[in-house]
Structures are given as C-alpha cells and as structure tokens.
C-alpha cells in the first residue's frame, strides 16, 4: 500500500482524531433522507437483537473489536477509530479474517432503500480497511491482502438473519476509504480556517460596551473561570445586570483560547433568543467571527407544514427526496455564516430544495455557538445527539434556569388516555393490523383499571384515582407497555415500508413515543397515576400517567456531557431548593449579585390590608379593585396586575367594569396564540395609558422587557403559589419524607418557593434600564412574614401599607421625588 507524501501545512502537522461513524454519516451519505418515527423501541429492540447474536458467535470471535489505525491522506495524518460488531480470527489460509456488522430490520434485506443499505456497507468497508491497517504494524502480520466483510442483517419481525457477505482487497477497501476521507478533509480544511479566524478575532475582543455595569464583571468572570477549569457555575444576576453579554462574552472569550470547543446557550423564549442574536450581532460588529445557529421547533419550520411544498403520491416530502445528493452544496454555503437563523436557513434550503429543519441539524458540528431551547438538550425524545457526544468540551449556558426543573419534570412524565387513544384507532381504519394494535392498548388500559379497583376495593364517586410507586415492577403496568410496544413496532414496520401512519394520529405516536421512552426511564422519583372520570353519557375516561416527581438525577446525566455548565437568572433562590431542582453538585459555587440599579428606581409597597387566599377572595375583590384604580391614577402611565388564575382575574375585571367603568383593562386570554398575545404586548408603548390583567407565571410576567415608559408599575396579586392537585400534594409529600435531606418542609418545596420564583420574575418587569422608574405593589397580607421576607431581593426597600389611603399617600411621595 502506497502512502501519501503531500508536504503537510501548519494545521495538519498534529493528527485528525475521526471516529468512523462520523466519517461515514459525512461523507458516505447519499440518496433520501428516510422517515423515521420519533422515540426509542426500535433502538431498545435493535440493543437487545445485537447482544443475542453477538452471545452466539463462534468460540475464539470477538465482540465489540476495537479498531485504531493511523493513516496519511492528501498530506494530513489521520487517526481512524470505531468498533466492529464481530471479529472472526482467520482459521485457515483459505478463509480471511471476518468482520461482522449487526443491522437490524423489519423486512427482507432486499427491500430497505438502497441509501440505507450503502450507508450501512460504508460504515463496514471502513471498518475493514482500518483493521487491514492496524495489522499491518503487528509483528506477526502475514502481509494479508484480502478481508471478508459481512452484514448481519437481523429481521425483528421473523427473528431471522440474512447474512450478506463479501470479500474485499485491499486496494479496494483503499480507494473506498481515500475517497471518503478526501472529502472529509476538504470540508474540516474550510471549518479549520474559520475556527482560526473565530480565535484570532475572539481574543482580540474587547467588551462591546463602555463600561461593566454593577456586578457584570464578576459574573463574567465567575463565569470564565467555570468555562476555563469545567464544572458547574449557578448565577443569580437580577433584572438589567446584562446576564446574556456577561456570560456569552467569557465564553467566547474561551473559544478563543481553546478551553471549550462549542458552546450550547439555552432559553425558553423566543425574546431570550432574541437578545442573543443581538448580543452576538454587536460582538460580530466589535470583529468577531462567529458562527450561530439558531434552532427553531420543526413544527415551526418544516416546509410541508407552513405550506411551502406537499408531499407526493407516496405521501413522502420531495424535499427529502435525494436530500443527502444535494445536502453539499448547501452545507457548504452555510460553512462561517454569522448568523444562521431560521429565515437565513431556510433560504438556502429553498434554494436547494432540502427540509431547513433537517439542515440546520447537519450544519450542528459546524458552529461556534447553537441556541436553541431546553428540550433539545434535556428531553429523552428529541434531544439532539450531535450536541452531547463525548469528542468535544462543549460549555451549556442555561438562561432562565428557574424554569428548568418544572420543565424538566414534564420532560420525564408521560401519559396515555382511554379517549385519545379511542380516536387514534378509528383514524386508523385503512392499516387494519394498527387498527388492532391500538385497540388492544385500548383494552390492556381497560384492564389495568379493573386491576387497580380490585387490589384497593375503594370507589370514589365519579373519580378514582389509584398512586403507586414505580420502583417495582409487580406495581407497574407492564401490559399497557406491551400493548404499546407492539403498536410502535408496527409503526416502525409501515416506515420501513415506506409507508407512514395516518396523519391524524401523529400527535397520538408522539404521546406513544413518551410513554415507551419514560416507562423505561422510570426510577423512584416516578409514581404511577391511573385516574378515572365517569361522563354522563356512561363512557369512562381513563388516564394512567407516569409522574417524574423530581428530574434532578436526569438533569445531572445530561451535565455529564458538558465540559462546564453555567446556570443562571434574575430569580434563583434559595440555593438549597435551586440545587436540589435542577441536580446541581453541591459544591459547586453559588453567586448572588446585587442589583446594578439604585434601590431608589422601585418603590416597593407591601400592602397586607387584603387577603387573596381561595376562600377569601369574595371578600378581598373590592379592595382589589379600589387599590388597582389608586395605583393607576397615582400616575398616568401603563401598569400590569398579575393574578393567580383566571377565574380570579374575571371575578375581579368585573366588578373593576362596575366601579369604574370609564376605565377599560386589556386581559389576557387563556390560550391566546402569538398574534393574541403580540396584540396585548402592543397596548404597552411609550406615552400609552394601559391598565393590563394577566396571569402571575405566564407569558407577560417573564422574559418581556417592558423598558422605560412601557411599564411604569406592577400590581402582584397573591404570593403565586400553585394550585393545589394531587400531583402537587404528592411532590410535597415526596420531600417531606426525602431520606437524603431530613427536615425538608414539603409545603416550602412544593408551593411557596416556587409561587415566590413567579412573584420575583414578574417584579423584574418594572426596572430594566438605569433610566427606568416604577412601583411594585404587592398584594396579600402573607408578603409580611418572615418566610417571604427572608426571600425579597436586597435591593427592595418595602414601605408597608396598611390602608389604601395609605397606599395613596406612600405613592404620591414616591412620584413627587425627582428622578
């Protein structure tokens, strides 16, 4: 075998470390992009398929064969690694040496798409050439020229094999593997000049602004040490200390300097995202040369679905017909983009006639900086891979972690319904055996009630509900996950068919999905919920949900992946709660930072004349209403009031109309869409006078910046605690009798500390800027204890009220100082 003696240029001097599975998913990929059902059985069942046929192997094979060569391609030295399925040692002159590569399937060999199949024999021939490789430094080698290879392709339907096997030269298997690592290269060179342009510019960076505002600088470089030594970093920064520059900047500020590879920033809301495109935008302006990439949901970016093309007669996207022939091109265009976001991509894949979301996860290796939402790192079903492999020192910036352990906690719960599943069998009449599938999960739900009624011999009128732990697997409904099993196997067989489901149930398999997925996850913090509703026209609804009661050790697995994790807010607090939220190291270091604003700013009144507990709010709404129209004529203005529900919110907007009735409030409505909601957000400019109802938690409490005069004051009805459920009653139960940290208060955990978490988020809305001026008004006589005064913000200077005369008095003072 020749070798290459190209004279290597300065970044090729040190080894190319590549994987064989990247090599191949790179440059081995041609043909369609094949459909894929979303979940995990067919990876549990392709497990399970690979250790069997592996146990049976030949005496003298090995399993999983690890494979290292080093090679010399186009003047770069690469270091190929991977392991095979099955090694079979040569045991005659006339037979090679075996390797063996276990695919699993739903049909005939013969009938997978043929892209599949290449996919699947590159992946082999390389394994192949790099075992001929590494034998050749091996003292013993015969000088062999020739190799078997074989798929093992393993039917889960027939549970059969169809072996498929061929020889191969090595001058064969050469040119296969030069071809692919070719082109590999070619691309890593481009990615290696825009990576040295990206750390020269990185530290020469200077801040993008004058000067650090109050506590900045030690956020940043809080948040530097973290990303330059690893581990975990937790920052409350309150409202306008500028978190996302203060700790984008020390990250960028490490790329440059190589102590992270690629840095993953996460938020919830798309105003989150917002500022970091223009964070980024303004550092771009200072010099810097970096690639973001921004990921939009797929229901909100997929072409079929915002009506931009239509699938063909075989109900298939033509967009992802020979999408890896034409994917090149257009992840060559994309290749140091400044700002990838999804109009920019889904430009470009308009323009060659790709899915945009499938693209932007292929060009996910190929940027500086990704942001996207918390699911794609967290969540079990749709988490990106890409983004978690252990190749790379990856730092995850968490914004607004405050809310990451509730999401989390719905990320790792899952539910089936009687109904919902009822409606996805009768869309299904036109595949009969899915039909079936589904209504024996419909059964097998039937049947677990029954089994509940008779294990506890209790009723409780039109509703039941039954709790069990999920830690035994005699507790656990082991023929409800049967019987979806063996729905989403049959999913999976119609995909491989290339046919797909009805469309009518893609939201039901999603569901589907979750269940299978979080049943195999389950641990103690799960409890299982089977709950019954009888409906007047004598059907029954049926719910069996899988409760995560606490995601902290699930948060802390996907850590794992990341060299350094910065978490951080304006609202984390207490620690100790915070901590045990989002399974966080104990040790790690915990910074608090003061306001960088004048206490002056807010005027905080506190005003425990008025009771908003559930079985006094009767009593409490004309005092609602009568301190709302004090406030909004203390000073012409835009003002918000939060409240805990909208039931309150009504009562309350009503007898408001009957008072003052030359006074109109804007409410929100529940379930609003983004137009709803952009509308309400409209009434708040400058020079407006808008009195606004909403939703203590929801979308205009948190993540809006309502700078200078579009909000000039915040009423807070309530302390925000949630209401009460069962599900709420069993987190609250959970940590009272928590094992590991005796003396937790429950009550605390469950309802106080994170009603306060709403409380402080949505009084960060009044003061964003160093111009800003307004008052908070807090509403319920409990804000006067002990327990919620511990937790108010050091820069909060409370005047207490016992009147609304007095409120009136404290506000006309507070509005007659000079700014």
């Given at each position: 075998?020749?070798?290459?003696?190209?004279?290597t240029?300065?970044?090729d001097t040190a080894?190319l470390?590549?994987?064989?599975?990247?090599?191949?998913?790179f440059?081995?990929?041609?043909g369609?992009?094949?459909?894929e059902?979303?979940?995990?059985?067919?990876?549990?069942?392709g497990?399970?398929a690979?250790?069997?046929l592996?146990?049976?192997?030949?005496?003298?094979?090995e399993a999983?064969?690890?494979?290292?060569?080093?090679w010399?391609?186009?003047?770069?030295?690469?270091?190929?690694?991977?392991r095979?399925?099955i090694?079979?040692?040569?045991?005659?002159?006339?037979r090679?040496v075996?390797?063996?590569?276990?695919k699993?399937?739903?049909?005939?060999?013969?009938?997978?798409p043929e892209?599949?199949?290449?996919?699947?024999?590159?992946?082999?021939?390389?394994?192949?050439?790099?075992?001929?490789?590494?034998q050749?430094?091996?003292?013993?080698n015969i000088?062999?020229?020739r190799i078997?290879?074989q798929?093992?392709?393993?039917?889960?339907?027939?549970?059969?094999?169809?072996?498929?096997?061929?020889?191969?030269?090595?001058?064969?298997?050469?040119?296969?593997a030069r071809?692919?690592?070719?082109?590999?290269?070619?691309?890593h060179?481009?990615?290696?000049?825009?990576?040295q342009?990206?750390r020269?510019?990185a530290?020469?960076?200077d801040?993008?602004?004058a000067?650090?505002?109050?506590?900045q600088?030690?956020?940043?470089?809080?948040?530097?040490r973290c990303?330059?030594?690893?581990?975990?970093?937790v920052?409350?920064?309150?409202?306008?200390?500028?978190?996302?520059?203060?700790?984008?900047?020390?990250?960028?500020?490490?790329?440059?300097?190589?102590q992270?590879?690629?840095?993953?920033y996460?938020?919830?809301?798309?105003?989150?995202?917002?500022?970091?495109?223009?964070?980024?935008?303004?550092?771009?302006?200072?010099?810097?040369?970096?690639s973001?990439?921004?990921?939009?949901?797929?229901d909100?970016?997929?072409?079929?679905?915002?009506?931009?093309?239509?699938?063909?007669?075989?109900?298939?996207?033509?967009r992802?017909r020979?999408?890896?022939?034409?994917?090149?091109?257009?992840r060559?265009?994309?290749?140091?983009?400044?700002l990838?976001?999804?109009?920019?991509?889904?430009?470009?894949?308009?323009?060659?006639q790709?899915?945009?979301?499938?693209?932007?996860?292929q060009?996910?290796?190929?940027?500086d900086?990704?942001v996207c939402?918390?699911?794609?790192?967290f969540?079990?079903?749709?988490?990106?891979?890409?983004?978690?492999?252990?190749?790379?020192?990856?730092?995850?910036?968490?914004?607004?972690?405050?809310?990451?352990?509730?999401?989390?906690?719905s990320?790792?719960?899952?539910?089936?319904?009687?109904?919902d599943?009822r409606?996805a069998?009768?869309?299904?009449?036109?595949?009969?055996?899915?039909?079936r599938r589904?209504?024996?999960?419909?059964r097998?739900?039937d049947?677990w009630?029954?089994?509940?009624?008779?294990?506890?011999d209790?009723?409780?009128g039109?509703?039941?509900?039954?709790?069990?732990?999920?830690?035994?697997?005699?507790?656990?409904?082991e023929?409800?996950?049967?019987?979806?099993?063996?729905?989403a196997?049959?999913?999976n067989?119609?995909?491989e068919s290339s046919?797909?489901?009805?469309?009518?149930?893609?939201?039901?398999?999603?569901?589907?999905?979750?269940?299978l997925?979080?049943?195999?996850?389950m641990?103690e913090?799960?409890?299982?919920?089977?709950?019954t509703?009888?409906?007047?026209s004598?059907?029954?609804e049926?719910?069996?949900?899988?409760?995560c009661l606490?995601?902290?050790?699930?948060?802390?697995?996907?850590?794992?992946?990341?060299?350094?994790?910065?978490?951080f807010?304006?609202?984390?607090?207490?620690?100790?709660?915070?901590?045990?939220?989002l399974?966080l190291q104990?040790?790690?270091?915990?910074?608090?930072?003061?306001s960088p604003?004048?206490?002056?700013?807010?005027?905080?009144?506190?005003?425990p004349?008025?009771?908003?507990r559930?079985?006094?709010?009767?009593?409490?709404?004309?005092?609602?209403?009568?301190?709302?129209?004090r406030v909004?004529?203390?000073?012409?203005?835009?003002y918000?009031?939060?409240?805990?529900?909208?039931?309150?919110?009504?009562?309350?907007a009503?007898?408001?109309?009957?008072?003052?009735?030359?006074?109109?409030p804007?409410?929100?409505?529940?379930?609003?869409?983004?137009?709803?909601?952009?509308a309400f957000?409209?009434?708040?400019?400058e020079g407006?006078?808008?009195?606004g109802?909403a939703?203590?938690?929801?979308?205009?409490?948190?993540?809006?910046d309502?700078?200078?005069?579009?909000l000039v004051?915040?009423?807070?009805?309530?302390v925000?605690?949630?209401?009460?459920?069962e599900e709420?009653?069993?987190?609250?139960?959970?940590?009272?009798?928590?094992?590991?940290?005796?003396?937790s208060?429950?009550?605390?955990?469950?309802?106080?500390y994170?009603?306060?978490?709403r409380?402080?988020?949505?009084?960060g809305?009044?003061?964003?800027?160093e111009?800003?001026?307004?008052v908070?008004?807090?509403?319920?006589?409990?804000?006067?204890?002990?327990?919620?005064r511990?937790?108010?913000p050091?820069?909060?200077?409370t005047?207490t009220?016992?009147?609304g005369e007095?409120?009136?008095?404290?506000?006309s003072?507070?509005?007659?100082?000079?700014?």
């Amino acid at each position: 075998m020749s070798e290459d003696t190209t004279t290597t240029t300065d970044h090729d001097t040190a080894p190319l470390q590549l994987p064989v599975r990247e090599l191949v998913a790179f440059a081995c990929r041609r043909g369609d992009l094949i459909g894929e059902p979303t979940g995990g059985p067919t990876a549990r069942e392709g497990i399970r398929a690979h250790r069997k046929l592996q146990k049976q192997r030949p005496a003298g094979s090995e399993a999983e064969y690890r494979l290292q060569a080093r090679w010399h391609c186009d003047g770069q030295e690469v270091l190929l690694s991977g392991r095979v399925d099955i090694l079979h040692p040569q045991t005659d002159l006339h037979r090679p040496v075996q390797l063996d590569e276990i695919k699993t399937t739903y049909r005939p060999p013969a009938q997978l798409p043929e892209s599949a199949r290449q996919l699947h024999w590159a992946q082999l021939k390389i394994y192949g050439f790099c075992y001929l490789l590494q034998q050749r430094d091996e003292p013993d080698n015969i000088g062999d020229d020739r190799i078997a290879l074989q798929m093992l392709w393993h039917n889960l339907k027939e549970k059969k094999n169809h072996p498929e096997r061929h020889e191969f030269t090595r001058s064969e298997l050469e040119a296969f593997a030069r071809a692919a690592v070719s082109e590999y290269l070619q691309w890593h060179r481009h990615w290696h000049r825009h990576r040295q342009r990206l750390r020269v510019s990185a530290r020469s960076l200077d801040f993008p602004f004058a000067d650090y505002r109050p506590g900045q600088r030690q956020l940043a470089v809080a948040a530097y040490r973290c990303l330059r030594d690893g581990g975990e970093l937790v920052a409350e920064a309150p409202t306008g200390i500028g978190k996302t520059v203060s700790t984008l900047f020390p990250a960028i500020k490490a790329l440059g300097e190589e102590q992270v590879d690629q840095l993953i920033y996460l938020t919830a809301k798309n105003s989150g995202r917002q500022v970091v495109r223009e964070t980024t935008e303004r550092l771009q302006d200072k010099g810097l040369t970096l690639s973001l990439l921004e990921i939009q949901a797929r229901d909100k970016t997929c072409a079929c679905r915002l009506g931009l093309c239509s699938r063909d007669a075989d109900g298939i996207c033509p967009r992802t017909r020979g999408f890896f022939d034409r994917l090149p091109e257009a992840r060559r265009q994309l290749l140091g983009e400044p700002l990838l976001t999804p109009p920019v991509v889904a430009r470009v894949a308009d323009r060659w006639q790709l899915c945009p979301f499938e693209l932007s996860l292929q060009m996910l290796p190929w940027v500086d900086l990704v942001v996207c939402d918390f699911n794609y790192i967290f969540d079990p079903l749709v988490r990106l891979t890409a983004l978690q492999d252990g190749g790379q020192r990856r730092a995850l910036l968490v914004d607004e972690a405050h809310n990451l352990g509730d999401r989390a906690r719905s990320m790792y719960s899952a539910s089936l319904t009687r109904s919902d599943s009822r409606r996805a069998a009768a869309a299904s009449k036109a595949q009969p055996t899915l039909r079936r599938r589904i209504q024996s999960l419909v059964r097998a739900l039937d049947k677990w009630v029954v089994q509940r009624r008779r294990e506890t011999d209790a009723t409780h009128g039109d509703t039941e509900l039954w709790v069990t732990p999920a830690s035994g697997t005699e507790q656990r409904p082991e023929a409800v996950t049967r019987a979806a099993d063996k729905v989403a196997t049959q999913v999976n067989q119609l995909w491989e068919s290339s046919q797909s489901p009805p469309d009518a149930i893609a939201d039901w398999l999603k569901v589907l999905y979750r269940y299978l997925c979080i049943e195999q996850l389950m641990a103690e913090e799960h409890r299982c919920l089977t709950r019954t509703e009888n409906h007047p026209s004598r059907w029954q609804e049926q719910q069996l949900k899988l409760l995560c009661l606490n995601a902290a050790d699930y948060l802390q697995q996907c850590y794992r992946s990341f060299h350094a994790v910065i978490a951080f807010s304006a609202t984390l607090r207490p620690a100790g709660y915070i901590y045990r939220q989002l399974g966080l190291q104990p040790q790690s270091p915990y910074l608090m930072l003061p306001s960088p604003f004048p206490p002056e700013q807010l005027g905080v009144f506190l005003c425990p004349y008025v009771d908003t507990r559930y079985r006094a709010r009767h009593r409490a709404t004309d005092a609602l209403v009568d301190m709302v129209a004090r406030v909004y004529r203390s000073r012409p203005g835009n003002y918000l009031v939060f409240f805990p529900s909208y039931r309150f919110l009504r009562q309350v907007a009503e007898r408001f109309a009957e008072r003052f009735p030359e006074i109109a409030p804007i409410q929100q409505q529940p379930g609003a869409g983004e137009q709803e909601r952009a509308a309400f957000l409209q009434h708040f400019r400058e020079g407006q006078r808008t009195l606004g109802f909403a939703i203590m938690g929801g979308v205009f409490g948190e993540g809006v910046d309502y700078v200078g005069e579009r909000l000039v004051g915040t009423i807070v009805v309530g302390v925000g605690l949630p209401q009460i459920s069962e599900e709420q009653e069993l987190l609250r139960r959970a940590y009272d009798t928590d094992s590991e940290n005796p003396g937790s208060d429950g009550f605390d955990f469950a309802y106080r500390y994170p009603g306060m978490t709403r409380v402080l988020q949505t009084a960060g809305r009044v003061i964003r800027t160093e111009s800003d001026r307004g008052v908070l008004i807090l509403a319920d006589y409990r804000f006067d204890g002990p327990f919620y005064r511990a937790l108010y913000p050091d820069h909060w200077q409370t005047q207490t009220c016992n009147s609304g005369e007095a409120l009136s008095a404290g506000l006309s003072h507070f509005w007659a100082q000079d700014p």
